[in-house]
């Protein structure tokens, strides 16, 4: 049996392992030279809770597997370092706090990822928050985006609570990202978008990612017309540009919806 042959990391995530390395290189010489017993690598995966303890962690400190959200926030307490020590990128997704959402706009960025619980409660932390797969995929806010090999490089972690007034799942939801300028200033280039994968029924004046043979994915608005036909629209207000496009009842079944955009995130 072959074994599975693994993406290899990329810059940021080998320094990421780096950094990871360095800080518990540094934990052992400060408890030598306090004159305690060193920790070591098998006790450091015993206390984040891990089945093969010494192999995870050896793998995550020398780059043969990315860390991820979850397993930076238990190798922070295990070694007592703040999260963006080891991953700023990481880390500034449960850093993000955000305004009040309004409810003319759904897709206003609100306190859907806020701080974690302070102190070292990691039981608090898996209870309060949902770690949502984050993939590498983009949606095109524009003419269409090809994603022929998709791969999750991390996660970001949502209030349990917020997706729960959202009607919204974790086991459904994913992270991707927005490409080009069709939907602004609704969704910009590089936001993050929160899609819930189980609202696949077409919904007027919602923001879905769909995708199709011809156009790939795309990110859009979706408008009901009088006579019941769908309209894929971008909120761009150049419409010589970005204009409007009618779905044929034929082109509807050539559109797959891959779901609902519910939250976005992006630089201001």
């Known amino acids: 049996m072959k074994k599975p042959v693994r993406t290899p990391l990329d810059e940021e995530q080998l320094a990421d392992a780096k950094r990871l390395s360095e800080i518990y290189k540094r934990r052992v010489r400060e408890a030598k030279d306090g004159g305690g017993k060193a920790i070591s690598q098998m006790e450091v995966g015993l206390r984040c809770g891990w089945n093969s303890p010494q192999s995870t962690v050896s793998q995550y400190m020398t780059g043969k597997v990315a860390l991820n959200l979850d397993a930076l926030v238990k190798l922070s307490d295990a070694l007592d370092f703040e999260p963006y020590e080891v991953s700023p990128t990481l880390a500034s997704g449960i850093r ?22 302070a102190g070292d409660d990691v039981e608090a932390i898996d209870d309060r928050y ?18 022929p090999h998709v791969e999750i490089r991390s996660t970001l972690a949502f209030k349990r609570d917020w997706l729960k007034s959202k009607g919204a799942n974790p086991k459904h939801m994913i992270v991707i990202y927005a490409e080009g300028q069709s939907m602004r200033p609704t969704v910009d280039d590089h936001d ?12 007027d004046d919602q923001v879905f990612v769909l995708t199709s043979t011809d156009k790939g994915a795309i990110v859009k608005r979706l408008i009901k017309s009088a006579l019941g036909i769908w309209i894929i629209r971008s909120d761009n207000e150049d419409k010589d540009e970005y204009p409007d496009r009618t779905l044929s009842r034929n082109e509807i079944n050539e559109h797959r919806i891959i779901g609902r955009v519910i939250w976005r995130g992006g630089d201001l």
């Open 130 to 147: 949902a770690f949502i797969p984050q993939y590498d995929a983009k949606a095109a806010a524009g003419l269409g985006s090809e994603n």
């Open 192 to 203: 993050v978008l929160l899609i819930d994968t189980s609202r696949v029924e077409p919904a």
């Open 96 to 117: 993000r706090a955000a305004p009040a959402q309004s409810k003319a706009d759904p897709l206003k960025k609100d306190a859907a990822n806020t701080p974690f619980p």
